[in-house]
């Protein structure tokens, strides 16, 4: 049902972000990580001040074995304001427990 939602919301307000972000995380949340993926690849750069979708996209390229990739957008997603702690966070989120010593780093 979420995901039905997002995609309504995806498909009434394209250029919103929020439509995106949550279609992509019921996506992971069905476990079909890769459509979250690819989905949030292909519009993260027209939301580039939104640290959660860095963050999530982050978290998906891991769950992929996309190792480099994930790390380099924890950083981004650590850059970007959001009043989040992104290290706190990657180091509770089991999606980037094969990151968690080089986070810690961070």
């Known amino acids: ?3 039905g939602v997002a995609e309504g919301l995806r ?3 394209p250029e919103n ?4 972000f949550y279609t992509a995380y019921a996506l992971h949340e069905l476990k079909r990580t890769k459509e979250a993926y690819d989905g949030l690849k292909l519009v993260i750069q027209k939301f580039p001040d939104h640290q959660l979708m860095h ?3 982050a978290c998906y390229a ?7 990739e994930a790390y380099r957008l ?3 997603a ?8 992104i290290r706190q966070q990657a180091l ?3 999606d980037l427990e094969p990151l968690w010593n080089q986070i810690s780093e961070i």
């Open 92 to 94: 509770d989120d089991p």
């Open 17 to 20: 972000q929020w439509g995106h």
């Open 55 to 57: 963050y999530n996209l």
């Open 62 to 68: 891991c769950v992929l074995g996309k190792l480099k």
């Open 74 to 76: 924890v950083e981004n």
């Open 78 to 85: 650590r850059d970007i304001p959001g009043g989040i702690d």
């Open 11 to 13: 498909a009434i307000l």
């Open 1 to 3: 049902m979420a995901l």
